[in-house]
Nanobody, 122 residues
Framework: VQLQASGGGLVQAGGSLRLSCAASGRTFSNYDMGWFRQAPGKEREFVATISSSGGTTRYTDSVKDRFIISRDNAKNTVYLQMNSLKPEDTAVYYC????????????????WGQGTQVTVPS
């Protein structure tokens, strides 16, 4: 599966963005999906994940109650709705696909998109 992330941009603190990740191929619905982010000088970190059916979601503590991950298997797309954005959310956001469950570990993901920049000025 090939992944294409989009929707990043510059947004003021407190604002919202919705990231999208479009997948090619007919097996998208078999994959668990995740969003990760990487800020300058920092390691890539887990943000959120959703099971193949959409029935299970998990979030890192810093985005709980602010971000929502969802998916539309008919459109081969996973979304990350980001609300109440903070400067510390500034990073390149990556979507990824896994056959190995809703993992927080990036090593569990076998396919990665190219990343989309989210910038929240302080």
């Amino acid at each position: 599966v090939q992944l294409q992330a989009s929707g990043g941009g510059l947004v003021q603190a407190g604002g919202s963005l919705r990231l999208s990740c479009a997948a090619s191929g007919r097996t998208f619905s078999n994959y668990d999906m995740g969003w990760f982010r990487q800020a300058p000088g920092k390691e890539r970190e887990f943000v959120a994940t959703i099971s193949s059916s959409g029935g299970t979601t998990r979030y890192t503590d810093s985005v709980k109650d602010r971000f929502i991950i969802s998916r539309d298997n008919a459109k081969n797309t996973v979304y990350l709705q980001m609300n109440s954005l903070k400067p510390e959310d500034t990073a390149v956001y990556y979507c990824a696909a896994s056959y190995f469950g809703t993992s927080r570990n990036p090593n569990s993901y076998t396919h990665w998109g190219q990343g989309t920049q989210v910038t929240v000025p302080s």
